[in-house]
């Protein structure tokens, strides 16, 4: 996947500060490098794919937001 075009704030207008953007570039390309590598692992020991890809995604529902006290979105 790739990554983003922009990044935006709540209120739609993109981030544009250069270190933000590394960072978050850099951060996705971690995630993303990670997420793989945890999926590509499950198949090759023999985890149903639909079981794996349905954890990761609630695993991403579940991230609590530092914005919301903590809760989950």
Known sequence: ???PRFWPQDDGNPI???EKLRVLEENWQEVQDI???AFED???MGVSEQFMRAR???????LASPKN?????
């Open 69 to 73: 006290g903590g809760q989950a979105a």
């Open 35 to 37: 997420m793989r590598d």
């Open 56 to 62: 990761l995604k609630d695993m991403v529902d579940s």
């Open 42 to 44: 499950a198949m090759l």
């Open 1 to 3: 996947m790739e990554k």
């Open 16 to 18: 544009t500060c250069h």
